[in-house]
């Protein structure tokens, strides 16, 4: 399994413990701790679980799992050269994913009309139509493009307009749609404000080694 705070596979190899049962289902947690963080990793579970006089029991049949610690499931750090001005909804949208994908997603959205106001010339009136003028702009390579376009065939912008009128609202969503959002907003972030400035860089160390013998500098 993948290690939820440090993102690092490993073999697992969790307890469990029976906690009873409510009207809302038959509850325990699984717990163990990442050979390569040392941090615990806590889930409490709904489900059916093995019988026994005995607390330490692993379920049967597992209905929901909600994440105690971490909170929610890490994701890959954000470079240092993406502005905290556009790290921030981020980040609170992957915070609040597990407890709700709507909020989640009302987050990334408006993470990601920033970006495409900000860092990408959009100027249209909402969300799905900024999309479509930036890929029409063909400042984006294509895979990322292609991921920005899935943004609005997934949220189904034409069923739910309000999504792209009103990027902050809370409406419906589907876990999976939370999480793409994200994953897109990451290749967003990749593509306008770290590539850019890697390059930049690489640029900078040949035109120095350029100069160093003597040779004009790159053009553009």
Same mark, same amino acid.
Request: glycine share 6%; with cysteine.
């Given at each position: 399994?993948?290690?939820?705070?440090?993102?690092?596979?490993?073999?697992?190899?969790?307890?469990?413990?029976?906690?009873?049962? !409510?009207?809302?289902?038959?509850?325990?947690?699984?717990?163990?701790?990442?050979?390569?963080?040392?941090?615990?990793?806590?889930?409490?579970?709904?489900?059916?679980?093995?019988?026994?006089?005995?607390?330490?029991?692993?379920?049967?049949?597992?209905?929901?799992?909600?994440?105690?610690?971490?909170?929610?499931?890490?994701?890959?750090?954000?470079?240092?050269?993406?502005?905290?001005?556009?790290?921030?909804?981020?980040?609170?949208?992957?915070?609040?994913?597990?407890?709700?994908?709507?909020?989640?997603?009302?987050?990334?959205?408006?993470?990601?009309?920033?970006?495409?106001?900000?860092?990408?010339?959009?100027?249209?009136?909402?969300?799905?139509?900024?999309?479509?003028?930036?890929? !029409?702009?063909?400042?984006?390579?294509?895979?990322?493009?292609?991921?920005?376009?899935?943004?609005?065939?997934?949220?189904?912008?034409?069923?739910?307009?309000?999504?792209?009128?009103?990027?902050?609202?809370?409406?419906?969503?589907?876990?999976?749609?939370?999480?793409?959002?994200?994953?897109?907003?990451?290749?967003?972030?990749?593509?306008?404000?770290?590539?850019?400035?890697?390059?930049?860089?690489?640029?900078?160390?040949?035109?120095?080694?350029?100069?160093?013998?003597?040779?004009?500098?790159?053009?553009?």
């Amino acid at each position: 399994m993948k290690c939820p705070h440090c993102l690092v596979e490993y073999f697992g190899n969790s307890s469990g413990i029976g906690l009873g049962k !409510d009207p809302d289902g038959e509850w325990g947690i699984i717990f163990e701790k990442c050979p390569n963080c040392e941090k615990m990793i806590i889930l409490l579970i709904e489900g059916h679980w093995e019988r026994g006089v005995s607390p330490q029991r692993k379920p049967k049949e597992i209905h929901t799992v909600q994440f105690v610690r971490p909170k929610s499931v890490s994701r890959a750090p954000i470079s240092e050269y993406v502005p905290k001005e556009f790290v921030q909804d981020y980040k609170e949208a992957c915070l609040v994913l597990t407890d709700s994908p709507k909020a989640s997603s009302a987050l990334s959205r408006r993470c990601m009309q920033h970006i495409l106001r900000e860092k990408l010339g959009a100027t249209k009136s909402d969300l799905a139509r900024e999309i479509q003028e930036v890929i !029409d702009s063909r400042q984006l390579p294509t895979h990322v493009s292609d991921a920005l376009d899935s943004v609005r065939n997934i949220g189904n912008f034409a069923a739910h307009p309000t999504k792209s009128k009103s990027t902050g609202e809370i409406v419906d969503v589907e876990p999976c749609e939370a999480e793409w959002n994200l994953d897109v907003i990451e290749s967003l972030f990749d593509c306008c404000f770290v590539q850019p400035v890697l390059i930049a860089k690489k640029k900078e160390a040949l035109n120095q080694k350029l100069k160093d013998i003597g040779k004009p500098p790159m053009k553009g």
